[in-house]
C-alpha cells in the first residue's frame, strides 16, 4: 500500500534541520522550551499559574500592564455591542467606523499624517514592504531585524525585485550595499527601532542620514518601541529622528497596547498606493471591531496624565531587574526599552541557565 502523501511529506519535514532540532534537543527537554508552557491561570502582577505553581512572568510583551486595565475591558464589551465580533468583510470592501477613528486618533497621537491598521506587525511587514518597491527599486534589509521583515523580503524576492542585506545596524555598511545596489530609482531600507531578540535600540539617525544621501527611504518596524520610547510613547522615531522625514513606522497594537493589530504611520500621499497594493489589506480580515474601540481607549490614556506614572513603573522594574542581573555578574545587551538580553555563552550554557532559570 502506498504511503499517505501528508505522511510523506511528515516524514520529509521532520528532516528539515529545524525540526530536527527541535526534536533532538528542545522536546527532549520540555522544561527549557519556553513556547510549550502552558498558563493556567493570570493573576495581577504579572502572575501566571503554571504546573499549579504561581510564578512571575519575566516574559510578558503587555509593557505597560494595560491587559488587566479595567477601561481597556470597557471599551471591548461596548465594541462588541456596537459592532458585534468581527469585521465580516476585507477593508477592501468596508470597514467599521471604529477602524477610521482609531487610525485618526493613532496619527494624532503619533503627530503623523495618516496610519493604517493592519491586523498584525508580521501582516504589515508583508503587505508593505511588497508593496512599497517595484522592479526599478531595491529593498535593503537590517541582517538582525526581525524574521518578518526577512520574510517580507523573500516575497520581495519573488516579486523579481532587487534585495541585499546589511549587517550590524552600520552606516558605512549600508552606505556600500546602497552604492552596490545601484542602479535604483529608490531604495527602502528596513530595520528593527529596538533590535526583538537583544533590546539593543538602532542607530537611526546614523542610518537616516546615509539613506537620504543614496535616495533612499527608512522602514522601522518599532513593534518594542511602541507605547514605551520617547514623549508620551510616541516610539523610537520621534525620539531619536524628531520628525518622520523619509521615514516611515511600524508600530504594535498588541505589545504595550495590549489590544490586537499593527498600524503603519506614513505620508497621507502613500495611504492608498499602501492599501491597494498591500496583500493582507486587500485579502485578509481586519483586527476585530471591539479591539479597535480598546485601542483608540488606549490612545487617550497614552495622552493623558497617566502615562507617565505607567512608565515610570516600567522603569523601576526594568531597573530592578538589570540591577539583580548585574549583581550576579551577568552580561547585559540592551535594556534601555523594554527587552534585555543576557549573554550566557553557547548553546549548552544557555540551555543550562534556561533550565535553572525554571527550577
Ligand atoms: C520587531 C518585531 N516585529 C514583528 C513582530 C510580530 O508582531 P505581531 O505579533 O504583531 O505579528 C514582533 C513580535 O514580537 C517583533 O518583535
Redesign the pocket.
Known sequence: MTLDLLDRMADSLEHSPLVRFYESGLCSRPELFLKLLTMEAVGPDRQVKLNGRWVINFGS?SFLGLDQDPRVHEAIRRGLERWGTHNGTSRAFSSVAANFEAERKLASWLKAETTLIYP????A?HGALPALVTHHDVLVVQREA?H?IHEAMCLVQGHGIKTATFDNSDPDELTRVLKESRPYRHAVVAV?GIE?MTGVVTPLAALRFVAEAHDAVLYV?D??GTGILGERGRGTVLDALGDYRNTLVVG?L?KAFSCFG?FLASPARLRIPLEVRSGPFIFGGPVPPPYLEAVSTVVDILNSEEYEPLRKRLTDNMTQFLAGARRLGLTILGGSGTVASIAVGPEEGTLREIGRAHV
Request: charged share 20%.
Open positions: 510583551d498584525s506587525v508580521t501582516l511587514n526581525h518578518t528593527d526583538s518596524d513593534a518594542h504594535s498588541s499593527a
